[in-house]
Each structure stands twice: as structure tokens, then as C-alpha cells.
């Protein structure tokens, strides 16, 4: 039915398109683009942070007031035009239907719809830039009162506090949030119902099933948040006073919805990432996934316990000790699941016969930073030392690595993997290596020093540290600029990508249908795959992970095999 | 160079310590997971030419090497629960009042802080109370004795952070928080603030000036005199 | 390739596809409210005189449309049995019953606002404002927006129903009468929740 669209005009085919692929990516191209915005924000704030009061490259002079909104909007593009959009929608909607062996997604208008929402989610964010007094400056948490101030300091006129920096903020974020929903209920409702015959619930492969779950947890964690968003703009617009402790209200209760969201967010930008590394190591080890079920019950635990640790940003926000140990105890459980999970990729390496090709490198990247990046965890999940840590840059470099391998590593990873399928095309594996080399050792190069300034007491979100005697002081200052200069080579390295990026897609080798000799049904399709996927449709035979299987002479069995002889 | 900023107060140096103890299991957990990550990669590469095994992970003597070290990791995270949880306790719970106790409250505002003396009864909220609001006037405490102080915020969320006491606590307006520290080294701290309030947050900072009893006595002594006008309105 | 497409229109499990993505969209629309509701109860739980503005909402119409509601909640299954009988005379009848219940409702809540803000509660009260009675206030912000967002919901369902409504005019879609009264029972469901505590518990 939907093959009509072979011949529709160029609008309908590459813009307003319901194809599947064709919004993954949009969605792709949309969170690279906000990656770069995101990327040259960081660019400021760092350079500014490295040798402060000097004139930007590129920029000019950075006052207090524009560090602080770019340090906001650093945060939130990364995480809600970046993360989301590429782990969660832009994967979500190539892999799943051609990995279930679908045509298409349950509903692809709607899936359409979600993504011009997004759209316009973005250009509603970059515009806040551009009203007067800037964009909101108050952290990505956005805490109230300080982001509730719309109506009761500036001018209590409906139109001005609506075109606030601080108001455009969380419009843009709500419209972000109702098109991840849209996305969540396609994903859901395709893997549910639309997959090939054969397709049984074990036999799905891994990155489906954290896909769903992942928007599961964004599902049940979002509602109230977006409650709480509408209070948030109706206490900055209209002068209502949810969270104004002076007419009744409480600012506690913004702190605990943004976090009841805000914490099983992290997972829901982790699982898909989890997944692409899922696909991957068993590839690349000739090995099948070790403890395919239990892998899912770990990640079906982890969202059950996700929801049960959000006040663990909270510790020093004055809630009650009591609920600070429970916490910190949820905290350190759920460190169970997913270690579990990082074991058992380390697990399928062990007894394989490994390749060590460019997403595999990317693969083992991700886990070793994000071995960093979890043990941090540690200490910040102690409440009693978070007392110390909290808010400085200890904080600010765990979270980093671990969100940096999650979204870029993850990305880069599934995006080596994927090319060759999504194009047709092969990539450069050289500049892949250089790519990959330039990017690990450069991140190192920010990050890892950063733990020892947030040790020394150095706070976040400072744009200028001459103030405190403690830690305007040698070595941190050194440590900042060694950080700068390494982001300033992270992002240049970008291009390295972006020129692969476009020199293969244009003039790159021809794939194979299956280069990388995987069982998974989308390799079973042509390169790139045709509208409507697959002809004659596949029926599923086996597990997603049928490799180096003792009675078949390949190494690998895909799915759709019927025999093995 | 030492890690971590002078330690000044009673407690702080039971949260160094809890430091170094997730350190000594953080290490070795990174080490030994580096080894399970990175070995394989020379040990089983393909160049080798040999097959893969077939493993699913399901059989009980492979799985059982995860398991140890999920208990393991289990382990090690009880074992921090259970040593930082007194010092939790310690922190976050005012003690007993006693006559050498100083009471203090802290407001925060955009963007200072404001300090408010008891006043020559010693207690809070009494109408001998001394305000100081003042980008130069720090908070004088005396060394070696509880401080008890009440945080609050009149305008928007800020973070009370005294680094060398290895305390942090955040003033939210419309709730006092009560909390204590004891410096037991005279010497000149800065407080800043961790939670961003606006376009000075990175300037707002002050000291507290830990001073032995008797530069304390004098101190006070000093001040309610000089605001005398106001206690003899009582 | 049209064979091909058969067989993929049936699927595994025999859930309709409308009404397996209704359920998942009520599931998180469900969590939207019960958000609501919580802050609404922790603020109750907090002020014992919460319940002293609940006074001044007026309970014979809020339970005018409790009735009013549950009544089309009615009319829309009925519209459901006769749109599996195919049966389009019966499904355009109960539909359009179902919207006037819709209508009915609006009608009364615009009676209620306009009655609750001629008195001077609004959403941010500045006459509670002013007399200090900020928790009155916070009541009145609650109240109007856990009405209105069911109101909005409301005017939702009564769209997507009259777009359904000119559709089953020639027999099409009818399957979507079965979603559309599938929302109308949220929305129901959820005034359930909102009548008690905006109006009974004084």
C-alpha cells in the first residue's frame, strides 16, 4: 500500500516522508546538526573557562549572564536534541521494523508528525537565544523559583514573559517531550504487533527489546513532568505560584519531578546504546550474545528500579536523611543490572574469535570509558561523600563519561555498523581509525583531570573562578586550559567524521548485502534496503544471535535459516 | 599537591577516608574489568584463526563467573553503605545542644551572604538578633566548638559550600535547614555558592573566619555593643 | 508483492493495531493526571485548611456532569455495538448522543467557571492574593488547571469523535468508533477521579 510513495515528488519522498528510514534519518541529520550547535556552545563556555575575561575566537566576549545560558543550553541540547533524537528515534525507527522484519512503523503518519514536532521543538530552543534578555541561564534543571521569575521580576505582561528565554525553554522541551511520546507508542506498537512470522519475543534481538524498554521508562516517567512543565510556564506567564514558596507553593516539588524524570532519562539514552553494543560485540566475537535472557531481565530490572533513585541528585537539597539511605541504597542497586549487563558483553569475548574492525573498536571504546564513568558513580552515589562531591566538577566529569561514550561512542558505533546498510556504501576505515584514536584520546584529555579540580572544591557553572582563593589556584587553572585545548581538538576531530561521512557516501566503495557476515534480519535485505524493506518477507527461524553454531559450517546462521544443513 | 583542599572541620576527614575506601574498590574493580575487557581482544582475536566457541551463557558453570562478581560488586557497595552511614548520620543530624555551642543563621540572597548573630542571650530569633549584611563582613565562629546554623534563601535555590569543612548544603526558599560544623584550625575559609542563582553566582562568595574564643569574645563583644540601640529595645 | 503485504497484515498477536497504540497513549496520558493528582493530594496533606476553598465549588453542577459524563460514556458503547453490527444508522445516532453529552458538559463547566470568577477565583486569585490567603490561591491554580486540562481533553475526544462521525457517514472506519469511545472512557474515568476531590472533599 504504502508503495505508491516510489514515485512521489521529492517533498514527499525526502521531507514530509512516512517512510521509516527516511525519518530515522531526519532524525539523525536533525541531532547531528543540534550536536554541532551543542558542540560550539561548549566551545565558548570552555575557552572562556581556560583563559577567562579574553576575547572568544569565533564569538567575542562572553559576559556572566550568556556563560550562564550556554552552559544551560549545552546541557540541554546534548541531552534532549542529541541524545534522545539519535539514540532513541533515530535508531528506534531505521532498526525496528527491518530488524522485526516489518514493512514499515504501526503509524507512519504519526510518526511523521513526531518528527516535524521535534522540528520544531529545536527552532523554538535556538530562537530563545534571540529574545531579549537571552536564553534561560538557570542550569538544565531548571529549578524554580529562579526559572519562575518571568512574571514576578520583569514585567508582569503576558506576551514579554511568554517570549522569555526562560518560557521558549520549557515550551521547547514540552513539544520535545510530546514527540518522544509519539515516537515511544510507534515503537511499542510495532514491535508489539507488526513483526515476521517466527519473530517470538526470544528471538527478538536485543537492541529492539531495550529500544521498547527504554521508552517504556520515558513513558511512565514523563507524565508528571510534563504536569509539572505546564505549572512551570503558567507560574512564569501568568503569575501562578505552584512553586513559589511565598503563595503556598513548593520548589521541592519541581526538584522531585524533574529528577523522577530526569534520572530514568539517563537510562533511557543508555539502553539503546546498550542494545547497538549488544548487535555488535557478538559480530564482531563470532559468538553469541552470552546469557541473551537474563541480559533482558537485567535491563527489565533496571527500568523497574529506575524510577526508584531520583533523589539521589537531591542529598544536599535538604530532604529528609532518612530518604537520602534509601536512595543511596536504590542507587547502588541498580549498579547490579547493568554491571550485569557490561559483564556479559565482556563475556562474549572471552572463548571468540575477534575482529577487530571500526565498530568494534568504537564498542570497546564505550566500555571502557563508561567503566569510568560507572565507578565514579560510586562515589557520588555514597550520600555521605556526595555532600562533598555534589555540584562540583567531580560530578560534571562522571556524568560526562558516562553520557559522552552513551551518545557519541554509541552513535559512532551503530553509525560504523549501520553505513554500509543504510547506504550501500562502504566507509573509509582509515579515517574511521583516526577518527576513532583522535576522539578517545582527545575526550581523556577533557575529562580526566576534571576530577581532581571537582575533588579540589572547584564548583560548577562558574564562569569565573578569581573569586575563590581555594581553586583559582595552580594546578586547576592548568587543568582547565589542558581540558580546553583537548575540546577544541574533540571537536575538530568531528570533521575528520563529517568528511568520511560525506566522501563515502558520495564516491564510496559498493557494500556487500552483509559485510559484516551478521544474522540479524536487516542484513538479510539489499543495500540500501527498497521501500517496504524486504521481498519476498522474511519468516524467522532462530534466536538473533546464532553464531559460530557447533553443527553449521558458516560461522554464522541468520535468522531467517530455516536448516541448518 | 593534595587532592583535596585542607580539612578543617571534626568530620571532614571521615569523608577523605570514605574516599580512599571507594578508591581502594573502585581501583580494583577497574583494573580487573580492564583485564576481562582488554585480554580477550589479543587472546581470541581471529587472526589467530581458530573458531569461536559456542557459548549461550546459559549454563550454569559459565554464568556463575558473573554472578560471583555481581556479589562481589554487591559486596563492596554494602561495605561503603555501612561505613559512611554513622557518618551520614553525624553530619546531617544537629547534636545535642550544649552551652559552648554558637548559633548562627545564614541567609542566602542574590548574590551574598547574610549572617545573623544570636545576640548576647545566644539564641536565635529574639529581638538582640544582629544582622550583618555585607560583601565584606564574614561569618566569625570560634574554633573547636559546634556551630549550629540555620540556612535560609530569601529569593531563589542557593548552596551554602564550605569546602574545607566538606560541607554543602542547599537554602531553599520557604524552608530553614538546620546543620553544624566544628573548625578546629583558625585560619580564613571561602564559602561559595553551588547552586546557580543568577548572573553573580560566580560571585557570590564570602569567609568564614575561624578564630580561637577569646578573638571570638572580642568579636561579639564588639558587635552587640556597637548594636546596642536595638538590644536595649527589647 | 501484495501477497507479501498479506501476510504481514496479520499479526502475531490479534490485537488491532488502533487499539493497542490507544492503549498505550491512555497509558501515558494516565500518568499525566495521576502527576496532577498527587500534587494535588500532597498540597492537601500539607494545609489543613486546603479544604476550605473546596467550599466554593459549586458540587450540584460538578455532579450534574459526573451524571452527564457516565450518561455518554453509555451512548458510546452503544455506538460501538452498532458500528460491530455495522449497523450506521444506530453508530451515527449514539455518536452524536455522546457528543451532545460532550457539549452538555463544556456547557456547564463555562457556567461553573464563569460563576467561580465573577466571585473573584481565578486561576491566581489576586483578591486571595491580596488578603493573604496564599494557599486559597494555590487551591484555585490546582483546581483550574486539573479542570482545564480535563476540559481540554474533552474537547479532544468531542473532535476526534465528530471526525469519526463524518467519516462512518458512508460506512467508513468504522473500527474507529471503538477507539474513540476507548479515550471518551478516560476522560470519564478520569473526572471520576477529579469530581471527589475538587468538590466532595470539603
Known amino acids: 500500500m504504502e508503495n505508491l510513495h516510489q514515485n512521489k515528488s521529492f517533498w514527499s519522498k525526502y521531507v514530509f516522508s512516512t517512510d521509516h528510514k527516511t525519518i530515522g534519518t531526519q532524525y539523525m541529520i536533525m541531532g547531528m546538526i543540534m550536536a554541532g550547535v551543542g558542540g560550539y556552545l561548549a566551545y565558548v563556555f570552555r575557552y572562556n573557562l581556560a583563559f577567562p575575561g579574553k576575547s572568544i575566537p569565533f564569538y567575542g566576549m562572553l559576559g556572566p549572564q550568556a556563560y550562564n545560558a550556554f552552559v544551560t543550553i549545552h546541557g540541554m541540547i546534548m541531552v534532549f536534541w542529541v541524545g534522545m533524537p539519535v539514540l532513541l528515534s533515530a535508531l528506534g525507527n531505521y532498526l525496528i521494523p527491518i530488524m522485526i522484519g516489518s514493512d514499515d512503523m504501526a503509524f507512519p503518519t504519526v510518526n511523521m508528525l513526531s518528527f516535524w514536532i521535534f522540528a520544531v521543538s529545536a527552532l523554538v530552543l535556538i530562537a530563545s537565544f534571540f529574545v531579549p534578555g537571552g536564553a534561560f541561564g538557570g542550569g538544565w534543571t531548571m529549578y524554580p523559583p529562579f526559572s519562575a521569575q518571568g512574571y514576578v521580576n520583569h514585567n508582569p505582561n503576558f506576551f514579554t514573559a511568554l517570549f522569555s528565554g526562560t518560557s521558549l525553554l520549557i515550551l521547547a522541551v514540552a513539544l520535545e517531550l510530546v514527540a518522544m511520546l509519539m515516537g515511544g507508542i510507534n515503537f511499542l506498537v510495532t514491535t508489539i504487533n507488526k513483526r515476521a512470522k517466527g519473530m517470538t519475543p526470544w528471538r527478538i534481538p536485543v537492541i529492539i527489546w531495550f529500544i521498547n524498554i527504554a521508552a517504556v521508562i520515558f513513558m511512565f516517567s514523563v507524565g508528571p513532568l510534563v504536569a509539572g512543565a505546564f505549572m512551570l510556564l503558567f507560574d512564569n506567564v501568568l503569575g501562578t505560584g505552584f512553586y513559589d514558596p511565598h503563595r503556598g507553593g513548593d520548589p521541592m516539588l519541581w526538584e522531585h519531578l524533574f529528577w523522577f524524570f530526569g534520572h530514568p532519562e539517563v537510562y533511557v539514552l543508555l539502553l539503546p546504546s546498550l542494545g547497538v553494543l549488544a548487535e555488535i560485540v557478538p559480530v564482531f566475537s563470532r559468538k553469541p550474545l552470552f546469557a541473551y535472557k537474563t541480559v533482558i531481565y537485567l535491563a527489565l530490572l533496571s527500568a523497574f528500579l529506575s524510577v526508584l533513585v531520583w533523589a539521589h541528585h537531591q542529598f544536599v537539597a535538604g530532604i529528609d536523611p532518612r530518604m537520602a539511605t534509601f536512595f543511596s541504597i536504590g542507587t547502588i542497586l541498580i549498579s547490579i543490572p547493568f554491571a550485569g549487563i557490561f559483564l556479559s558483553y565482556m563475556a562474549t569475548l572471552w572463548g571468540g574469535s575477534i575482529r577487530m574492525k571500526l565498530p568494534m573498536l568504537w564498542a570497546i571504546g564505550f566500555i571502557g570509558l563508561f567503566l569510568v564513568g560507572g565507578l565514579t558513580g560510586l562515589f557520588l552515589g555514597s550520600n555521605t561523600f556526595d555532600i562533598y562531591a555534589h555540584d562540583t566538577y567531580f560530578v560534571v566529569a562522571h556524568f560526562h563519561y558516562t553520557l559522552f561514550p552513551d551518545i557519541f561512542f554509541g552513535f559512532f558505533a551503530a553509525f560504523y555498523y549501520w553505513f554500509p546498510k543504510f547506504t550501500g556504501k562502504e566507509l573509509n576505515a582509515k579515517l574511521g581509525k583516526w577518527h576513532f584514536w583522535l576522539t578517545f584520546i582527545f575526550f581523556n584529555g577533557v575529562f580526566f583531570l576534571l576530577f581532581f579540580n571537582g575533588l579540589a572544591g572547584q564548583h560548577r557553572r562558574i564562569n569565573d573562578y578569581s573569586s575563590f582563593s581555594l581553586i583559582s589556584r595552580e594546578p586547576y587553572q592548568t587543568f582547565e586550559q589542558i581540558a580546553t585545548v583537548c575540546a577544541i581538538g574533540l571537536m575538530l576531530s568531528q570533521f575528520i567524521f563529517l568528511y568520511n561521512f560525506i566522501t563515502s557516501f558520495r564516491k564510496g566503495k559498493k557494500a556487500v548485502k552483509n559485510p559484516w557476515e551478521s544474522t540479524t534480519l536487516e542484513w538479510q535485505s539489499d543495500s540500501p534496503p527498497p521501500h517496504g524493506n524486504f521481498n519476498p518477507y522474511p519468516e524467522v527461524h532462530r534466536g538473533a544471535y546464532d553464531y559460530s553454531l557447533p553443527e553449521a559450517k558458516e560461522d554464522f546462521t541468520p535468522q531467517n535459516v530455516p536448516n541448518v544443513n | ?234 | ?202
Request: charge should be positive; proline fraction near 3%.
Open chain 2, 1 to 234: 599537591m593534595t587532592i583535596f583542599p585542607e580539612n578543617v572541620s571534626t568530620y571532614g576527614q571521615e569523608i577523605d577516608n570514605l574516599f580512599w575506601l571507594i578508591l581502594v574498590f573502585a581501583a580494583i574493580a577497574f583494573f580487573i574489568s580492564l583485564f576481562v575487557l582488554l585480554y580477550p581482544l589479543i587472546k581470541y582475536s581471529s587472526k589467530n584463526g581458530k573458531r569461536a566457541e559456542y557459548i549461550t551463557g546459559e549454563k550454569r558453570k559459565h554464568y556463575k563467573w558473573i554472578t560471583y562478581a555481581l556479589v562481589a560488586l554487591l559486596l563492596s557497595d554494602f561495605v561503603i553503605l555501612y561505613v559512611e552511614h554513622d557518618t551520614w548520620g553525624n553530619i546531617e543530624s544537629v547534636p545535642a545542644i550544649s552551652k559552648n555551642d554558637v548559633h548562627v543563621g545564614i541567609i542566602a540572597r542574590q548574590w551574598n551572604w547574610i549572617f545573623v548573630y544570636p545576640g548576647p542571650d545566644g539564641v536565635l530569633g529574639t529581638r538582640d538578633d544582629v544582622v550583618i549584611d555585607s560583601m565584606n563582613s564574614s561569618l566569625h565562629v570560634p574554633i573547636n566548638a559546634n556551630v549550629i546554623f540555620e540556612l535560609r534563601s530569601t529569593d531563589v535555590i542557593h548552596s551554602f559550600f564550605l569546602a574545607n569543612a566538606r560541607l554543602k548544603q542547599d537554602a531553599l526558599p520557604g524552608r530553614t535547614v538546620m546543620r553544624w560544623f566544628n573548625i578546629t584550625k583558625p585560619g580564613k575559609y571561602d564559602i561559595s555558592c553551588t547552586q546557580i542563582c543568577g548572573i553573580l553566582h560566580s560571585k557570590m562568595r564570602n569567609y568564614v573566619l575561624a578564630e580561637t574564643p577569646e578573638q571570638y569574645k572580642h568579636f561579639t563583644d564588639s558587635l552587640y555593643n556597637a548594636n546596642k540601640v536595638v538590644t536595649s529595645s527589647k
Open chain 3, 1 to 202: 508483492m501484495e501477497t507479501q503485504q498479506n501476510h504481514l497484515t496479520i499479526p502475531i498477536i490479534k490485537i488491532p493495531q488502533g487499539r493497542l497504540g490507544m492503549w498505550v497513549l491512555i497509558a501515558g496520558e494516565l500518568v499525566i493526571f495521576g502527576g496532577l493528582i498527587c500534587f494535588y493530594l500532597l498540597n492537601r496533606i500539607r494545609y489543613p485548611h486546603w479544604g476550605d476553598m473546596a467550599a466554593h465549588t459549586n458540587t450540584f453542577i460538578g455532579a450534574l456532569n459526573t451524571v452527564v459524563l457516565l450518561v455518554s460514556s453509555y451512548t458510546v458503547v452503544r455506538a460501538h455495538q452498532a458500528a460491530l453490527k455495522m449497523d450506521v444508522a444506530k453508530v451515527r445516532l449514539w455518536l452524536s448522543c455522546t457528543l451532545l453529552g460532550g457539549i452538555l458538559f463544556l456547557v456547564d463547566k463555562s457556567i461553573e467557571y464563569a460563576h467561580e470568577i465573577s466571585e473573584g477565583f481565578t486561576f491566581t486569585s489576586p483578591k486571595l492574593v491580596a488578603a493573604g490567603d496564599h494557599v486559597g490561591s494555590l487551591f484555585w491554580s490546582y483546581y483550574y488547571i486539573m479542570t482545564g486540562l480535563h476540559g481540554a481533553h474533552v474537547l479532544a475526544g468531542m473532535t476526534v469523535m465528530l471526525i469519526i462521525l463524518i467519516q462512518t457517514r458512508k460506512g467508513k472506519n468504522m473500527h474507529r468508533v471503538e477507539l474513540a469511545g476507548m479515550y471518551w472512557h478516560m476522560v470519564d474515568l478520569i473526572w471520576i477521579f477529579l469530581f471527589p476531590l475538587l468538590y466532595i472533599a470539603k
